[in-house]
């Protein structure tokens, strides 16, 4: 899920807010995925592990 080349300690969990939206905290900052970030990335619902989206145009690789 991180970059090897992240040099965070990689803490990584999910939760859901009172207003039930998801709540993504890494290395102590939490912050809601806004569109762009849902329109780049999807989160295992089951896991929580985040995955980047692939394109066939080559436009983004992983």
């Known amino acids: 899920m991180f970059s090897p080349d992240y040099k965070g300690s990689k803490s990584f ?11 993504i905290t890494v290395d102590g900052y939490t912050f809601v995925p806004d569109l762009i970030f849902m329109n780049q990335f999807a989160v295992c619902k089951y896991c929580g592990q985040i995955y980047m989206w692939d394109y066939e145009d080559g436009y983004q690789q992983k």
């Open 13 to 23: 969990k999910n939760a859901y807010n009172d207003k039930n939206e998801i709540e």
